[in-house]
């Protein structure tokens, strides 16, 4: 087994680290040391998309291991049913309110504006969610189940795992799954129009 200590590195490094292990050691079990939950979310999610089972292991407040087994499970086909001239809308959210001004007035827009969502119809693929913006995803917020509706409906929802850490919302998110800058990069780069907000 491969093991790699990402202790003490900043988001995205744990997944780019644990991405050059397994790119060096192909078909190799990998054992990725890190030190916060984000961290073991965003490890965990990029092992299975490359086909890894993987468990994890909390030895200290500090030290989690996270173990990955190739090829123990399926991976996922990326938008199989979609035709090669289908749009892919990323919604990037940097704030819990719309716009600038008087942040009640700026919640009831950032509402409205999520429930309108859906009117991209099958072309919004995902939204990404940043800064103060991760405050929409927790389990206190009135978004959240217009959230939920978009998910079930088949849209991404990525929530940035630092922001989460910053604003104490790890264990309160309700909604989507915990991200890092690598996959908020590629997304935008897979994307084929980005909207922000």
């Known amino acids: 087994m491969i093991t790699k200590d990402c202790t003490g590195l900043a988001c995205p490094q744990p997944v780019m680290e644990t991405r050059d292990t397994i790119t060096a050691n192909p078909g190799e079990a990998v054992e ?13 999610r990029f092992l299975e998309s490359q086909g890894y089972g993987v468990t994890a292991e909390t030895e200290s407040e500090r030290k989690i291991i996270v173990r990955g087994e190739p090829g123990a499970c ?7 049913s979609k035709g090669p001239d289908a749009q892919k809308i990323v919604v990037f959210i940097p704030a819990a309110c719309l716009g600038e001004g008087e942040p009640e007035l700026g919640a009831k827009l950032m509402l409205n504006f999520l429930k309108t969502l859906p009117e991209f119809g099958k072309d919004l693929w995902r939204i990404i969610l940043v800064n103060s913006g991760v405050k929409l995803a927790s389990n206190d917020s009135n978004t959240l189940p217009v959230l939920k509706a978009l998910e079930n409906s088949g849209v991404s929802i990525l929530v940035c795992g630092t922001c989460l850490e910053y604003y104490g919302l790890i264990e309160k998110k309700g909604v989507g799954q915990t991200t890092n800058m690598l996959d908020i990069v590629t997304s935008m780069h ?8």
């Not at 399926?74 to 199989?80: H, M, S």
């Not at 897979?190 to 907000?197: M, N, Y």
């Open 74 to 80: 399926v991976i996922e086909a990326v938008e199989a």
């Open 32 to 44: 990725i040391i890190v030190d916060n939950e984000a961290a073991r979310q965003n490890v965990t």
């Open 190 to 197: 897979l994307a084929t129009k980005v909207v922000r907000v």
